[in-house]
């Protein structure tokens, strides 16, 4: 209880009533600290858990990175050896495993007799140890029978260029799947043979060499200095392996034998949809060059040319001018078997069988193309030069 007289002071946050202003200070000073020191409190302890929020975010986005580093290490292992499968560099062998996997296989499905086995595996060793291809996929005379064909063919033909003789060689038992450029190798190599200009160069190859042979034929070019880049890629080593080959081996391997090519790369489509027009007019050219004349068919003393694409090879023989002036280029496949080339060789007036061999513009629409084509010798110095220049091997690329 006050006097009637007396002041009194009401505080503003508790409604305490005093009658001493410094008393009322004093205890809304008091009022104060505690406000203070409560709201420090809490922004403390937010602050502490936001901290800790952050962290375990930041720590579940490093697991995070860390999984999917882990998941990306192991995609690029599982593509990388899916690689080296498809490209024959998984140490599973080569082509004498293969092949005998392959007629064992046989054997088991009752496709294939005990005794043939034993034959055909001591040929196959007597073939490897010379170092020569068996000959059991080779089709002969198909250049000789489509000369005889196109000049008693009047339908819509107007010219045709043939290579000189070429022999067909496919894929065997020790080569599907991974073989092509060896084979259309061989059949380069058949044309070669039967060229006197090659003589010289090829002294020291008389006979058509087995697969094993010529990886064995690419290292020694490796050796002497051809193509370092390409050769890094294979480790500096075919024998033994799988390993696809493709036009810069091509190269590499007929420089060495003193062989003068290049290397033609058609990197891009040329023509509509994807086709390559260019292609088709270089062949042309190569084929028509020193060639012209009114004969319909010639019959040419050009080698055939070695064709690549992503996958797969090839060998161009010849060319067809229809009488509409459209192109088609005639391939002898290392996929297609003998029985089928076979047929070739019959004279069939309808040229069904020409199926096998005719490519349209339409029909070539991969992305990119290369082709090696051969054109004479190279002296001692011109091959030393070419070697030198493989160091960095480049194509010709067509615009």
């Known amino acids: 209880d006050v006097g009637n007289d007396e002041q009194l002071y009401e505080c503003p946050m508790c409604s305490l009533t005093c009658t001493n202003i410094q008393i009322l200070e004093e ?9 203070s020191f409560s709201e420090g409190t809490w922004k403390h302890t937010g602050l502490i858990s936001i901290c800790i929020d952050l962290e375990l975010a930041q720590w579940l986005q490093t697991e995070e990175d860390k999984r999917q580093r882990s998941e990306e290490k192991k995609r690029e292992r599982e593509e990388y050896k899916k690689l080296q499968r498809q490209y024959g560099l998984d140490n599973s062998g080569g082509y004498k495993q293969q092949f005998l996997k392959n007629m064992e296989r046989e054997v088991d499905r009752g496709k294939m007799e005990p005794f043939e086995y034993h034959k055909r595996k001591a040929d196959m060793m007597e073939c490897l140890a010379f170092g020569v291809d068996d000959g059991k996929t080779k089709t002969s005379g198909v250049i000789e029978a489509l000369c005889k064909y196109y000049q008693n063919e009047n339908k819509d033909v107007r010219r045709v260029w043939l290579s000189t003789g070429v022999d067909h060689f496919h894929s065997s038992l020790g080569d599907r799947g991974w073989g092509c450029g060896y084979r259309n190798f061989q059949m380069l190599l058949s044309s070669l043979l039967q060229n006197s200009l090659y003589n010289d160069c090829l002294r020291d190859t008389t006979l058509i060499p087995s697969i094993p042979k010529i990886q064995s034929m690419i290292e020694d070019a490796w050796r002497e200095g051809f193509d370092p880049h390409g050769a890094s890629h294979f480790n500096n080593r075919l024998h033994g392996s799988k390993a696809w080959i493709g036009a810069c081996e091509i190269y590499s391997l007929l420089t060495s034998l ?17 086709t390559h027009p260019r292609l088709f007019e ?17 019959c040419t003393s050009k080698p055939p040319i070695y064709l690549q694409h992503q996958g797969h090879s090839r060998t161009i023989v010849g060319i067809e001018e229809k ?27 309808d040229g069904t069988s020409l199926k096998l061999l005719r490519k349209f513009v339409g029909s070539l629409k991969e992305k990119q193309y290369q082709i090696v084509a051969v054109d004479g010798v190279l002296s001692l110095e011109e091959k030393t030069a070419r ?7 480049t194509s010709e690329k067509i615009p």
Request: hydrophobic fraction near 30%; include cysteine; charge should be negative.
């Open 27 to 35: 205890h809304v000073d008091l009022h104060l600290e505690e406000d």
């Open 258 to 274: 003193r062989i003068k090519c290049q290397i033609i790369d058609f990197h891009k489509p040329t023509g509509p949809m994807g």
């Open 282 to 298: 270089w062949v042309l050219h190569y084929y028509s060059t020193d060639n012209e004349g009114g004969a319909k068919v010639v």
């Open 323 to 349: 009488k509409n002036r459209t192109l088609c280029l005639l391939l002898f496949d290392p996929g297609c078997p003998s029985q089928e080339m076979q047929n070739l060789l019959k004279q069939n007036s």
């Open 387 to 393: 070697c030198h220049a493989s160091r960095v091997l």
